[in-house]
């Protein structure tokens, strides 16, 4: 059975890598072949001749069988969810949708976002819009608000009240009547990047939108019922209630974001900066309801009432003989983790952990010991048979990897532990107390050893997933899993439903333990060797990495253990990639409506723009959701110079999160002296026509703008653009800006200006009406433009016309809503692109 499982594993994994399904008939029967296969499989255990023979083939086929019916499981709940889709007619278009409120809803700075489950879709001109039946919505406090956002969502905040009177309060369960304007989940997509797309697949949300104003529409926006029940209403109803009750006891107390996190599993009111110290200290796993948090509830209930069972002898019931007492509490127990787990919105730790328990569970009621790889391989079963898509999110590696390397690690060392905890029978109280010391010392020394090889074991699997590994890890630990298990999450559960003022104790307890907690982790944070940064390893360096890791954690007694420090050398000596001499790189990161483009030469790297702001909110921007993401995979912890070519923040909404990340040497902008993002740029510089310098045979030159420009305040901060040409050989690129149609005059008719020619160009104000001119475009002569722009964007950036201008002129025309980042390559002779969404198509792409 456990090889068929991993066979299923690997045939969803498989699956995951497609890009483009099959039809339903063939995985349809792909998945009966399986199972006829497994069936085949079972067969041969009964057999007792050539049982070595028998055995192989058995297991052969049970992974085969595994791995078809794991593939084509998957693609069946694929091509059921893609089928819920958006139709493409109905994108911009107002639809009037009745439905329920699914979910919780999380509120920010500029209004409310919610999942909202539909009902019907109303007629529009005779026409019945064909919707999914489960949208991403957000509700704006204005109507400028109501704009397309081409952003992932903002950074949310916990208070329930809404944030403008214009806005009603949504809460889950209400069934509404609601105006909105809908487009396909598009996410932009960029490698080592989140997949936004998938995410919102997993969630079978196939559209998001934003719901119209009121004063907009000739039928207002309407409540029709308070509450319509159904079990997942009811779930997040009390969810919501749970949340409430929190936010009331502790207002305004900066750490209320996280007993919300541990209660109901709601993470979207805890700070950035708080996320930032969780993550380098390696306790995110504790600030999330883990599997430990589960586990230690179900025991906590377990205990309890097998306690009361047993004593029921005293009410006269005698309960335990017609139920064994520890019968009632594994049953207690799985209640308790099934409540705390559908409660914590049911991610993959919790559920790992509740199938874990369940089959244990099962396995004590039918008296049979059950061993621990099939309990891990059920468990994987389950949570990939309601969800073939959790693989592909660091979660279920690190939750799976986790318990994995503990029973790995404690491998020939129960026994031993074992021995100990034989009782002592006639010993004197002396005795007794120093045994007593003795069971302590030895469990402080088995936990300690369980964090080291939690520590070692998730290294390398660490490294693969995110580049960075905090060394600082068993110290915040070794503090944080005992305050959190044993007291805070304990103080929070009681807290939010106990009656006050017992509640507003706990929760302030709770709270003011966690603060403590974080001064201390504060502390570890802010080291320089808090965190070890790394480019991703290739594939074999993390399974050389993980064989030595594996050799290190090996049962006392393997030979030449030590042996598997060796294994990391590849991991310590990775180092960031480059292009080779005579070559540059150019990478055009998709940030939705927003420039940002990296230059590499063999030993220096530019780059050009930081993205849009997406919000208010603190990281809400390019640099922290793109740039930095991709520059830490990379292992690129500095950079030679960034160009914020002006102001408008769809170019310098990125800056202070790069400026945070990596080390700048220096910046070069247009923005005025005084702005808030020059004071915190290091060496600033204003850009000027007739700068330049040279890198490993490449030529940087500023063409653009002029001195006169900066003089008075008649000018737009788009006519400063800083426009940068760079030169390898016979080949160049042009990245010009936000200028438009006086700026391209006055450069096709400068003096100074004598060469525009290049071979890419970035399209001018991302492809404006107002930008692109004929004669500036035949001055430049591009073979290749690049149009950096949202989806669907409010703009209609690129226009039309001009897209049609550059193919009439016979250049090729990339986009980066239909590609996703491009990468160009350059030699001194010859310019290749190459598109993150062709090289690495998936089959939920564009769907």
């Known amino acids: 059975m456990r090889s068929a499982i991993l066979g299923f594993a690997g045939g969803v994994a498989l699956l995951q890598m497609q890009g483009q399904l099959q039809s339903w008939e063939l995985h349809a029967g792909l998945l009966v072949l399986a199972l006829l296969l497994l069936l085949i499989g079972w067969c041969l255990v009964r057999g007792k001749r050539n049982a070595g023979v028998r055995k192989g083939l058995r297991v052969s086929l049970f992974l085969l069988a595994g791995g078809g019916a794991g593939f084509a499981w998957g693609g069946l709940m694929a091509q059921h969810y893609l089928d819920d889709a958006l139709a493409p007619a109905w994108e911009g278009r107002d639809v009037t949708v009745i439905g329920t409120i699914d979910g919780l809803p999380g509120q920010f700075e500029r209004g409310v976002r919610f999942n909202f489950k539909v009902e019907q879709a109303l007629a529009q001109g005779g026409e019945v819009p064909q919707l999914p039946s489960r949208l991403a919505l957000s509700w704006y406090s204005t109507a400028a608000g109501n704009a397309a956002i081409d952003a992932a969502p903002d950074t949310v905040a916990i208070v329930p009240a809404p944030p403008a009177a214009a806005l009603p309060l949504i809460q889950p369960g209400e069934r509404w ?72 006891a502790l207002p305004g ?201 939690v520590t070692l074991g998730l290294l390398p699997l660490t490294m693969l997933l995110f580049g960075q590994y905090s060394l600082v890890s068993p110290l915040a630990n070794g503090v944080a899993i005992p305050l959190m298990t044993l007291l805070v999450v304990p103080l929070s559960l009681l807290g939010s439903v106990l009656p006050a003022p017992l509640s507003l104790w706990c929760l302030q307890l709770a709270h003011d333990l966690i603060a403590w907690l974080s001064v201390w982790l504060g502390w570890l944070s802010s080291q320089p060797f808090a965190v070890w940064y790394a480019p991703l390893p290739a594939p074999w360096m993390f399974a050389v990495a993980l064989g030595g890791t594996l050799l290190l954690l090996a049962p006392r007694g393997w030979p030449v253990r030590w042996l598997g420090w060796f294994g990391w050398l590849p991991l310590l000596l990775n180092a960031p990639t480059a292009p080779p001499d005579g070559q540059m790189q150019v990478t055009a990161l998709d940030v939705g409506q927003g420039m940002a483009l990296l ?196 703009f209609n950036h690129p226009k039309p016309e001009i897209v049609t201008r550059y193919q009439e002129l016979g250049i090729r025309t990339l986009r980066s809503d239909d590609a996703g980042a491009i990468t160009i390559n350059f030699n001194r002779q010859t310019v290749d692109a190459e598109t993150y969404r062709q090289s690495h198509v998936r089959y939920w792409y564009g769907q």
């Open 177 to 248: 009547q609601l105006t909105v304007r809908l487009k396909r989940a598009h996410g932009n997509a960029n490698p080592h990047g989140f997949d936004y797309e998938v995410w919102m697949l997993e969630r079978q949300l196939r559209a998001t939108g934003s719901v119209r104003p009121d004063q907009q529409l000739p039928v207002k926006n309407q409540r029709l019922d308070a509450f319509v029940w159904s079990p997942s209403s009811a779930v997040a109803y009390a969810r919501n209630w749970l949340r409430a009750r929190i936010v009331a």
């Open 599 to 794: 230059v590499e030469t063999p030993h220096h790297r530019l780059l050009y723009d930081t993205g849009p702001s997406y919000g208010p909110g603190v990281g809400a921007d390019a640099g922290s959701r793109a740039i930095m993401p991709y520059l830490l995979a990379r292992g690129i912890d500095h950079l030679d110079v960034v160009v914020v070519s002006h102001s408008d923040s769809d170019h310098a909404g990125g800056l202070l999160s790069v400026l945070a990340g990596v080390k700048v040497d220096k910046v070069f902008s247009s923005m005025p002296l005084d702005h808030r993002l020059v004071q915190a740029s290091p060496n600033h510089q204003r850009c000027l026509a007739g700068q330049e310098w040279r890198w490993d045979g490449a030529e940087f030159r500023m063409l653009y703008p002029v001195q006169p420009l900066y003089d008075g305040d008649k000018w737009t901060s788009n006519a400063r653009s800083c426009l940068l040409k760079v030169t390898l050989g016979k080949q160049a690129m042009l990245f010009p800006g936000d200028i438009e149609a006086v700026q391209e005059d006055q450069l096709v008719n400068s003096a100074a200006v004598t060469d525009l020619h290049a071979s890419v160009l970035v399209a001018p104000h991302h492809g404006s009406g107002s930008s692109s001119t004929v004669p500036f475009l035949q001055a430049v002569k591009p073979q290749l433009v690049l149009f950096q722009m949202g989806y669907r964007n409010r």
């Open 253 to 453: 107390q900066p750490y209320a974001g996280v007993i919300v996190a541990l209660v109901v599993g709601d993470q979207r009111a805890i700070e950035r900066d708080d996320w930032t110290i969780f993550t380098r200290t390696g306790v995110g796993h504790l600030v999330a309801i883990s599997g430990l948090h589960i586990a230690m509830v179900a025991g906590l209930f377990a205990a309890l009432v097998s306690f009361l069972w047993r004593r029921s002898f005293f009410t006269g019931a005698q309960l335990p003989l017609l139920l064994p007492a520890p019968k009632v509490a594994v049953l207690a127990g799985l209640a308790a983790a099934f409540g705390y787990a559908v409660l914590a919105g049911w991610g993959i730790p919790a559920q790992r952990t509740f199938y874990m328990l369940a089959v244990v569970g099962l396995s004590y009621w039918a008296g049979r010991v059950t061993p621990i790889s099939t309990i891990m391989a059920l468990a994987l079963a389950v949570v990939l048979l309601f969800d073939p898509w959790a693989l592909l999110w660091p979660g279920f590696w690190l939750s799976f990897g986790t318990v994995t390397i503990i029973l790995y690690a404690s491998a020939g060392r129960v026994g031993n532990d074992a021995l100990m905890e034989l009782p002592v029978a006639s010993k004197a109280q002396r005795q007794r107390r120093f045994m007593a010391w003795r069971t302590l010392w030895r469990k402080l020394r088995s936990g300690a050893y369980t964090q080291y090889s």
